[in-house]
């Protein structure tokens, strides 16, 4: 009976493929089933494959080996290396599937965490064969233009006030074989933003064909969410120009030009200021630190920043705003994070409290994260209208 079922599974989510000398075996799981994790097992107890290629890079196995270890992720480190937006991005990924897996009663990536037992006990090499998540997650920044990027946030953010707790039917659960670890995630905002679809899929099929294939072995089975499964197939027999999709693309040069032609045309706007009255020069002043200052403060305020973390955004703002390689989003963030420490139980609760406006106010972590990222905006915002209230005095 077992076999007849193991067959009668393979007919709907096992694809076999000859490439070359080596028959690959792609499994199209669902990264919250069960079921998945039980048909990574049988498949690989009846294949005895020599390489099992695993859907993951080496963050995320690192992860799944230890899951505990981020929980003593250093805040002050993650602002220091300009990574909060990445964390942030993590972090809705990893609650999402956290939130879909308690519904199921079961845990997030069973399959992969299979896929890694397996290897193990038969001794066949491990594959890690996805691309680096934060490269994907970088190049689609760097490819989005400012306006998909605002469009972005805002979809975003308004997604996370979903306190309401809605059974997922059968119908969905079947879905999930469709859709992968991070796509599952983003699915509803593909339409509205291609490049996003061509990163997060098209691409990381190559990466994954590129290191399936390329398995030691002759027999390689491949662990994949369902989405991968068809272009995984395609991308095989096809060349892959892995320096390209490994490779995070420069900022643009019209953003670096942008980013220093502001300040400087600034500077030389108060400074003619002063050439045409010391009266005039000083409201200049006054003009640039009261727009800068208080929108990054207020902005620090309205996610009930600490006072220091408000103070702070005031005073480093104006500064900032005129160098480019500066953030008073850091700064207020290293403030808040020095003066409000998260608990533990912050860190515990991430996956229940950034689905509800209310959680990410009282969770110090994520509001630490969103500080940093609402003074960046303030002081953005502040720069505009100061720069346009300097012209206007001016002219």
């Known amino acids: 009976q077992k076999e007849k079922e193991l067959f009668m599974i393979e007919d709907e989510h096992i694809t076999r493929v000859q490439y070359q000398d080596k028959e690959i075996i792609l499994i199209a799981t669902a990264h919250v089933s069960k079921q998945s994790a039980e048909l990574v097992k049988a498949v690989i107890d009846q294949e005895q494959p020599d390489s099992i290629c695993v859907e993951l890079d080496e963050d995320r196995y690192k992860n799944i080996k230890n899951p505990k270890a981020w929980a003593d992720t250093d805040l002050v480190q993650v602002i220091k290396e300009k990574k909060v937006g990445f964390m942030l991005a993590n972090l809705v990924l990893g609650s ?8 199921l009663d079961t845990n997030v990536g069973q399959e992969m965490v299979q896929g890694i037992k397996s290897a193990e006990e038969t001794g066949a090499n491990l594959v890690l064969a996805d691309r680096s998540i934060q490269t994907t997650f970088m190049r689609i920044w760097r490819k989005m233009t400012l306006k998909e ?8 953010f308004f997604a996370l006030d979903d306190e309401e ?5 059968d119908e969905e659960i ?12 983003m699915a509803n905002m593909k339409e509205e933003f291609p490049k996003i679809g061509d990163i997060l899929l098209c691409e990381r099929d190559q990466h994954l064909a590129n290191k399936i294939k390329n398995a030691p072995g002759k027999k390689i089975v491949a662990v994949l969410g369902g989405a991968h499964v068809a272009g995984v ?8 120009n892995m320096q390209e999709i490994t490779t995070v693309p420069p900022a643009r040069k019209t953003a670096k030009v942008i980013g220093w032609a502001i300040p400087i045309a600034i500077v030389a706007l108060i400074a003619y200021g002063f050439v045409q009255g010391v009266e005039t020069g000083m409201q200049q ?16 305020a309205i996610m009930l920043g600490h006072p220091l973390s408000i103070l702070t955004a005031f005073v480093v703002a104006p500064i900032s705003s005129l160098n480019p390689m500066l953030a008073c989003g850091w700064f207020a963030g290293l403030m808040e994070a020095h003066v409000r420490k998260p608990k533990v139980e912050d860190v515990s609760n991430i996956s229940n409290d950034i689905f509800s406006i209310k959680g990410l106010f009282h969770n110090r972590f994520l509001r630490t994260l969103l500080i940093v990222i609402m003074a960046n905006l ?3 915002l502040g720069t505009i209208i100061a720069g346009l209230d300097i012209i206007k005095n001016v002219f």
């Not at 999402?96 to 519904?103: D, E, F, G, N, R």
């Open 96 to 103: 999402y599937q956290k939130k879909l897996a308690k519904q």
């Open 149 to 156: 990027k605002f469009e972005l946030l805002l979809n975003l």
């Open 165 to 169: 707790e809605s059974e997922i039917t």
């Open 174 to 185: 079947a879905k999930l074989l469709q859709k992968g670890m991070l796509e599952g995630a």
């Open 233 to 240: 197939k395609e991308e095989i027999f096809k060349e892959q």
């Open 285 to 300: 002043v006054a003009s640039w630190i009261l727009w800068n200052g208080s929108l990054a403060a207020l902005f620090t």
């Open 378 to 380: 303030g002081s953005s």
